[in-house]
């Protein structure tokens, strides 16, 4: 199963995600490539983080899942590596990738992650390192891919509380593995 977590810059996906497979057995992390800059104190691991040459040779060889250019970067999702096991893949992907998976995947599930406000995400994004100009630009477009957000998703989660917002996802995840639509 594929578990798409979609969202603006600053609500919190990434952490959620990270959460989220630690506490639930069964689910992996896909690591996405970009070819941004690492930001400062960001863990490399957060990315694979590789220049635009490679980034595009990896998708011509059809590497990816799904790919986007934002705010003048590269960012993908490879194809996944399945070695058997059954595991459930969470993405942690923009509206224009989760679109792409929806294409390819019509029971993914998808859920869209909200901050509980403007300002929340504003900090968010501040506190990553994020420069005012990026954060600006950030925040000028996030309703409008809130608003393709929540046309593409099974569910929306306000990321208000990270122990509550992980455990509604855990819930939804939970009740796709029992058989119940979500």
Request: proline letters at 4%; a negative charge.
């Given at each position: 199963?594929?578990?798409?977590?979609?969202g603006?810059?600053?609500?919190?996906k990434?952490?959620?995600?990270r959460r989220l497979v630690?506490?639930?057995p069964g689910?992996?992390?896909?690591?996405?490539w970009?070819?941004?800059?690492?930001?400062?104190?960001?863990?490399?691991s957060?990315?694979?983080?590789?220049?635009?040459?490679?980034?595009?040779?990896?998708?011509?060889a059809?590497?990816f899942?799904?790919?986007d250019?934002f705010?003048g970067n590269?960012?993908?999702?490879?194809?996944?590596e399945?070695?058997?096991?059954?595991?459930?893949?969470?993405?942690?992907?923009?509206?224009?990738?989760?679109?792409?998976?929806?294409?390819?995947?019509?029971e993914?599930v998808?859920?869209?992650?909200?901050?509980?406000?403007?300002?929340?995400q504003r900090?968010r994004?501040?506190?990553?390192?994020?420069?005012d100009?990026h954060?600006?630009?950030r925040?000028?477009?996030?309703a409008?891919?809130?608003?393709v957000?929540?046309?593409?998703a099974a569910?929306?989660v306000?990321?208000?509380?990270?122990e509550?917002?992980?455990?509604e996802?855990a819930?939804?995840?939970?009740?796709?593995?029992?058989?119940q639509?979500s």
């Amino acid at each position: 199963m594929l578990i798409v977590l979609l969202g603006a810059g600053g609500v919190g996906k990434g952490t959620m995600a990270r959460r989220l497979v630690a506490d639930e057995p069964g689910l992996v992390l896909s690591r996405s490539w970009t070819t941004r800059s690492r930001r400062p104190g960001e863990d490399e691991s957060s990315y694979r983080f590789v220049d635009r040459a490679r980034f595009e040779a990896h998708l011509a060889a059809g590497g990816f899942l799904e790919h986007d250019e934002f705010l003048g970067n590269l960012y993908g999702t490879p194809v996944p590596e399945r070695d058997g096991e059954a595991d459930d893949l969470v993405l942690e992907i923009n509206v224009a990738g989760a679109e792409q998976v929806r294409a390819l995947d019509p029971e993914a599930v998808v859920i869209l992650v909200v901050p509980p406000d403007r300002a929340t995400q504003r900090a968010r994004l501040q506190g990553r390192g994020d420069d005012d100009e990026h954060i600006e630009r950030r925040l000028a477009i996030a309703a409008e891919e809130e608003a393709v957000g929540r046309r593409l998703a099974a569910a929306v989660v306000v990321n208000d509380h990270l122990e509550r917002a992980v455990a509604e996802v855990a819930g939804i995840v939970h009740a796709r593995r029992a058989g119940q639509v979500s």
